[in-house]
């Protein structure tokens, strides 16, 4: 039990670029997306669950390691506008404080409970502050949509969106 702790303890110090080269994993972390301006209707909780799956649909892709969402959240929530922004700046910060050499970032830009989303995401390096991956994705379902709620958006609009972000992801070479 004591190496285990004392192993895990020694990979947390472990800068990402090195810990990358040892699981062959790119480090990564997910924060919470922000919504546009013309979106009012998601509510927080649906912004967290969005941004657990998209770190869930990640971590199965056996290519990335995804820092825990709750580390994450406490990292960035106070700055998540900045986070989520035009410049770069706030998210290297977190990603510095998570020790990870990339920050999934974006915004949600559609979300129509009768079912349809859009997300904009920027995959930001830590090292340079650069945006490695920009790309914006959408749905619509053909499926009825019946409530509207945040679990029939979730299955029925934003999970095809996350298992393409992670395919896309997990084929670019980080």
Same mark, same amino acid.
């Given at each position: 039990?004591?190496?285990?702790?004392?192993?895990?303890g020694a990979l947390a110090q472990t800068p990402p670029e090195e810990l990358a080269k040892r699981t062959g994993?790119? @480090?990564?972390? $997910?924060?919470e997306f922000s919504p546009s301006p013309n979106v009012a209707v998601? +509510?927080?909780?649906?912004r967290r669950q969005l941004q657990a799956s998209i770190a869930f649909r990640?971590?199965?892709t056996n290519r990335i390691h995804v820092v825990d969402v709750r580390h994450t959240r406490e990292?960035?929530?106070a700055d998540l506008t900045a986070v989520n922004g035009a410049s770069?700046?706030?998210?290297?910060?977190?990603?510095? @404080?998570?020790? $990870?050499s990339y920050v999934l970032t974006g915004t949600?830009?559609?979300?129509? +409970?009768?079912g349809s989303a859009t997300l904009k995401i920027r995959l930001v390096e830590v090292a340079t502050g650069k945006v490695r991956h920009a790309d914006e994705l959408s749905h619509q379902t053909t499926a009825v949509m019946y409530s509207g709620g945040d679990a029939e958006m979730?299955?029925?609009?934003?999970?095809?969106?996350?298992l393409k972000l992670a395919d896309t992801l997990a084929a670019a070479a980080l």
């Open positions: 039990m004591l190496g285990v702790t004392l192993s895990g994993k790119a @480090q990564m972390a $997910v924060v998601i +509510s927080p909780e649906a990640l971590m199965k990292a960035s929530q770069t700046a706030a998210a290297v910060r977190v990603g510095k @404080q998570l020790r $990870v949600v830009d559609e979300y129509d +409970s009768k979730k299955a029925k609009v934003l999970l095809p969106i996350t």
